[in-house]
């Protein structure tokens, strides 16, 4: 089969590669699914995962993307839930090879029942996004009707999905990002947007929540933004400044193959729009996702048509 490789660490996206690689096989409780399509998060190359198994030996060439969606096209032994034929999406392991390859081997618990009027480029792009924004908003920060949630990066993947949610849920939604993305965040169902570029951005009033897919000094100065009792709540490193009587926590996404069923739905049924900004095919794949340029959505390799 033809895959997405990289083998040097330090190369970054420079070093990715398309080159043949055997088919993977279906272990117990696995399937093997022939990907129509794949997402790619930037920052996998720098994840220890990429580069070794959970015994901490080298698995280069490594297969990097995480998100798939497809057809199964094998059972493992034991497997249940899935049929030869079904289409799916959701999540591959950290540690295993990923989606960038016509064939990959996933847990069969990590992948959800595809609609048939769900774009596979759509599903896609909806596994870390749209579970992240979930998880983050409900599991962790507990978000309910009536409280004020701020989200940063608010037309990105991750914050695009949180702002919808948040704003369906009954929240007043705040988003954030640059002055371009401000007629892009108030159109997702943010009440209010704040420019990360202009002074005084953090002197806003305080909010319940704050969602942070940013880091660095923007994560610093959102702990003075949450209320007493309130959370601050981030995907990009563990936070280094608390609110004053609030709570600061870091998390990594987790599969959930009930909420991506959930998620799936709510595209289906129009209440969740994703952001596909573009669409490559897995030969353009490696020149895609090394490229500086800022495409406004995700962007998604087409792995196979139909």
Known sequence: ??????????????????????????????????????????????????????????????????????????LGYGTTGLTVGQRVFGLTDWARD??????????????APLPADVDHTVAAALPISGLTAWQGLFDHARLATGRTVLVHGAAGGV??????????????????????????????????????????????DQVDVVFDVIGGAVLDRSAALVRPGGTLVT???PPTVRPEDGRALFFVVEPDRARLTDLAARVRD????????????????????????RVPGRTIIRVTEG
């Open 1 to 74: 089969m033809r895959a997405l490789t990289v083998r040097d660490r330090e190369a970054g996206t420079a070093g990715l590669t398309l080159e043949e690689l055997p088919r993977p096989h279906a272990a117990e409780n696995d399937v093997v699914v022939r990907v129509h399509a794949a997402g790619f998060t930037r920052g996998e190359l720098d994840w220890p995962a990429t580069w070794t198994d959970r015994a901490g030996r080298d698995r280069t060439p490594s297969v990097p993307g995480h998100e798939v969606s497809g057809v199964v096209a094998e």
């Open 98 to 111: 990923g989606s960038l390859a016509e064939y990959v081997a996933v847990e069969a618990r990590n992948l």
């Open 159 to 204: 914050g695009s999905i949180a702002v919808q949610l948040a704003r369906e849920a009954g929240a007043r939604v705040i988003g954030t990002g640059r002055s371009a993305d401000r007629d892009t965040v108030l159109g997702l169902g943010a009440h209010a947007f704040l420019d990360l570029t202009a002074d005084g951005w953090a002197e806003t």
């Open 235 to 237: 995907i990009a490193h």
């Open 270 to 293: 129009g209440r969740l729009r994703v952001r596909v900004g573009a669409v490559r095919s897995l030969t353009e794949a490696a020149t895609a996702l090394a490229s500086r340029q």
